[in-house]
């Protein structure tokens, strides 16, 4: 009988990618890099193993918000104060914190367990071109053949 090999901890090989976000819909960007995150881009992905590679996001403050999702998708937080739920219209959150935009899409995309936690750990997003992780030799990956 064959049994499929599920991935260790100890055989995996991460590798660190940078996406340029220039131009890019927030969904369409989410949704590569959350699959890079959980490693279903490698063939022993494995649902409960953290398989997946470390992904830089550069430029997010240039990405695009497509249809009427500037002004109509609205993000929510709460203050734990009564009367203190506030909304930020996706528009605007990308004007004042694009770095937060791109976070909480991609978390929502992630489990919602100490795996997914574990995943979104190895995001980073910079509002600019610089990033500060020249030292890991990020391999520069185009958004558009993922897409």
Do not use: C
Not at 84 to 106: D, H
């Amino acid at each position: 009988m064959r049994t499929t090999p599920l991935a260790k901890t100890s055989d995996i090989k991460r590798k660190w990618y940078v996406i340029d976000a220039t131009d890019v819909s927030l969904g369409r960007l989410s949704t590569a890099v959350a699959s890079i995150l959980r490693g279903k881009n490698k063939p022993q992905y494995t649902p409960n193993v953290d398989t997946g590679d470390y992904v830089i996001v550069v430029n997010a403050a240039k990405l695009k918000l497509t249809g009427k999702k500037a002004t109509d998708k609205i993000y929510y937080r709460h203050s734990d104060y009564r009367g203190g739920l506030r909304a930020t219209p996706a528009g605007e959150l990308l004007a004042k914190n694009p770095v937060r935009l791109v976070e909480l899409s991609v978390k929502g995309m992630l489990p919602k367990n100490t795996l997914g936690h574990q995943e979104f750990m190895k995001m980073h997003v910079y509002a600019g071109e610089d990033h500060e992780h020249a030292a890991q030799k990020p391999e520069k990956l185009d958004i558009n053949e993922l897409i």
